[in-house]
């Protein structure tokens, strides 16, 4: 066999495991992902629907693979959202919220977009628990539909 097809062999070779890498990498991601919205996001989400029916609050819940999002609506009419998105950054997973508000037209505004106040004030999924999405969204919500 000559060199250049030792080289050829070689390179296929070194593609074929790199093709495996990327597969079984995004596979872990991916699970990683459903770990965090089943695990952290959406429990925190039906618990404060839970808590904001007992004050005549309607809390409207719908999410994807690596999105999720909460509407709070009062006496039909919408008040609040926040959205929690995740994304990969250089190969870690970050989630990152967004928060909405409702102008004097009745239309959603974007208001607040970032991290997920937590502890660590990190991004990354390993940092942010299910407590943590509670307390920003409260302040969050607390200080949007406060009376001034």
């Known amino acids: 066999m000559d060199a250049w097809q030792r080289d050829l062999d070689t390179y296929f070779a070194k593609q074929k495991k ?48 690596d999105w999720a999002v909460v509407l709070v609506k009062r006496n039909s009419h919408k008040e609040f959202v926040y959205e929690v998105n995740i994304s990969a950054d250089a190969g870690d997973l970050a989630a990152c919220k967004r928060v909405y508000t409702i102008n004097k037209k009745g239309k959603l505004k974007l208001r607040v977009e970032g991290k997920i106040s937590n502890p660590g004030n990190s991004p990354l999924l390993i940092s942010i628990k299910k407590d943590d999405i509670i307390k920003d969204f409260l302040e969050h919500y607390k200080d949007t539909t406060r009376a001034r």
């Open 18 to 65: 790199t093709k495996k890498e990327i597969k079984t990498k995004q596979a872990n991601l991916k699970k990683d992902i459903k770990h965090f919205m089943q695990g952290e996001v959406l429990p925190a989400f039906e618990a404060l629907k839970k808590e904001f029916k007992k004050h005549k609050r309607e809390i409207t819940i719908e999410s994807k693979k």
